[in-house]
Each structure stands twice: as structure tokens, then as C-alpha cells.
């Protein structure tokens, strides 16, 4: 009969093997097409798009550059955050920067 433990490394070995081989297929892949990202980032820089999607939830926690003032407040100003993701990243530079004028 098999322990739970072995199971359980097992499982973590099997899981860390995926992603080394994961890791490796990036930088290989990245090393063997540099045209098609040179032309992606030439892209972005000449569309101006913005920053990458980080969490699906909340708007504000979508694009931290788009964030606004009142968007985590927007159903009270004194409800606490609901969104999981408001707790793992603080404001935006230019939110902060604001608020301390404000203050």
C-alpha cells in the first residue's frame, strides 16, 4: 500500500518536471523566434497598448495603469475590498501620487 506522502511528492515531482520542461520550451522557443517578438513588440509600442491583464476580477485590478480614484469604492466609500486580487497589489504610482496631494 502506497502512503500519502509518496503520492504527494510524486505528484510535486511530476508537476516540477512539467514545469522545467515548460521553462525550458520558453527560453528555447524565445531563442529561435526573435523576429515574430521583435515585430509583437513593435506592435504594442506603435498601438500603445496597455499594460497586461494580471487578474479577470475587478476593473481596477485588470489594468492597474487605468485605474481610477473611486473604482474600488464604487459601492460604498467606506466597503471593504471584495476582490481577492485588490489585496495582493497596492495602487498605481499615480493613484498614490495623487492621494498625497490630496492629503
Known amino acids: 500500500m502506497t502512503r500519502k506522502s509518496s503520492v504527494f511528492l ?8 512539467v514545469l522545467g520542461l515548460l ?5 528555447i522557443s524565445t531563442r529561435t523566434h526573435p523576429p515574430e ?32 480614484l473611486s473604482t474600488p469604492f ?12 485588490g489585496s495582493f497589489l497596492g495602487a498605481p504610482e499615480n493613484i498614490r501620487k495623487i492621494n498625497e496631494e490630496l492629503d
Do not use: G, N, W
Open 10 to 17: 510524486s505528484a510535486i515531482a511530476a508537476q516540477s518536471a
Open 23 to 27: 521553462l525550458l520550451h520558453a527560453a
Open 37 to 68: 517578438l521583435t515585430e509583437k513588440r513593435a506592435l504594442v509600442k506603435a498601438l500603445h497598448l496597455t499594460d497586461l491583464c494580471l487578474f479577470t476580477e475587478a476593473r481596477y485590478t485588470r489594468h492597474l495603469s487605468q485605474a481610477d
Open 74 to 85: 464604487q459601492d460604498h466609500p467606506m466597503s471593504l475590498e471584495h476582490f481577492p486580487s
